[in-house]
């Protein structure tokens, strides 16, 4: 398949992508949460729970992947990779290596994993991988972001997607603006528009095909400790805000949750989908989090729970399509 193919079935009707490629800390973070010890074992035995439930092909297209986890089996002796498409999923990859401070910040953060990249993108293309994520994070604050963290963070997603594209798979660019702080959803709006223009102007200057790429970046949202708004007000600034930054040769944007809860992120993906406005592209997700929160708190680590757990997160799965179709209520939550 070329790239462009590839790009458009994560994007197909009624499909967005699964994020489980939570690194060795974050999934640490999660299995605290249930009070599940984070073992090599554990960690296999959860991402086998989502990969293996049943029908999971049907709302997902895509789902990325961490190091650990793309050389992991299910317990039948498959390679997850293998699982995943005979589920008719496609496997990707992280490809980041988190964050170093930014010009010597103590806040601000600029992504780490260019050196030997091209490399390890040859070695996961062999292990299945057909797309693959690189996050750069930009935080709100009191003078930040900086000029400079936001247009080191936009080249270096511009290398990496070029890189990516070389070794034939799609570059997920996710420029994520991090819901942490007490700003308001105006602000948001403003360093949204900031971060994609530097990052568009990079990906162009570095021959990056548009369509050959997904953008995965956040709602234009207000900060955590702000009242929150309305989804009809996300939905309208979110798309305002891309208007002016994503150009038309982009076929999919995937949201990020961020921290929304699995609600919240339903209600406002629907009211982008819904709204009357004019949009280009593919409006989809690429949730880690608000697909599975429930799922990890109703699995607690016990075998007995599986089953239950899996179908929970089936119920995440078809409410977020539903969203991406705009047709999710609250009544069928
Ligand atoms: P969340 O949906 O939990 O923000 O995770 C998506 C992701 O992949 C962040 O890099």
């Known amino acids: 398949m070329t790239i462009q193919e590839i790009t458009k079935s994560l ?3 009624g499909k967005g992508i699964l994020a489980a490629d939570e690194s060795t800390g974050t999934i640490q973070k999660r299995f605290d949460s249930i009070g599940v010890e984070s073992t090599e074992e554990m960690r296999r035995a959860y991402r086998e729970l989502l990969f293996t439930a049943p029908g999971m ?34 496997p990707g990859i992280k490809v980041d290596l988190g964050t170093e401070s930014c010009d010597g910040s103590e806040i601000e953060k600029c992504t780490k994993g260019l050196e030997g990249l091209d490399e390890r993108l040859k070695e996961y293309y062999n292990l ?4 693959a994520k690189w996050r750069a994070v930009i935080t709100i604050g009191e003078g930040i972001p900086t000029d400079g963290c936001i247009a080191e963070n936009a080249k270096r997603l511009a290398q990496y997607a070029k890189y990516v594209q070389e070794a034939g798979m799609v570059p997920i660019v996710e420029p994520e603006v991090l819901m942490d ?14 971060t994609l223009g530097k990052v568009f102007e990079e990906l162009r200057l570095h021959g990056v095909a548009l369509d050959g790429m997904l953008l995965k970046p956040n709602m234009v949202i207000p900060g955590k400790g702000s009242p929150k708004s309305r989804p009809e007000e996300i939905a309208e600034k979110t798309i305002a805000c891309f208007i002016e930054t994503v150009p038309a ?3 999919g944007i995937v949201f990020l949750s961020g921290g929304q809860s699995e609600k919240e992120a339903c ?8 709204l009357s406005m ?24 016990k075998e007995d729970q599986v089953g239950s757990a899996q179908e929970v997160f089936l119920h995440r799965a078809k409410l977020a399509s539903a969203a991406r179709s705009g047709i999710y209520s609250l009544d069928i939550e």
Do not use: M
């Open 278 to 301: 004019e949009k280009p592209w593919e409006l989809s997700f690429s949730y880690g989090r608000a697909l599975q929160a429930s799922t990890l708190d109703t699995w607690h680590g």
């Open 57 to 90: 092909g049907d709302y997902i297209s895509g789902v990325i992947l961490y190091d650990e986890t793309i050389r992991q089996r299910a317990s039948d002796g498959h390679t997850f990779v293998t699982v995943l498409e005979k589920q008719g999923v496609v």
């Open 249 to 251: 040769e982009v076929p």
């Open 11 to 13: 994007v197909a009707p």
């Open 267 to 274: 209600e406002n993906l629907n009211a982008i989908n819904t």
């Open 128 to 131: 299945g991988a057909r797309f």
């Open 181 to 194: 702080g007490d700003h308001d959803i105006d602000r948001c709006y403003e360093v949204t528009k900031k």
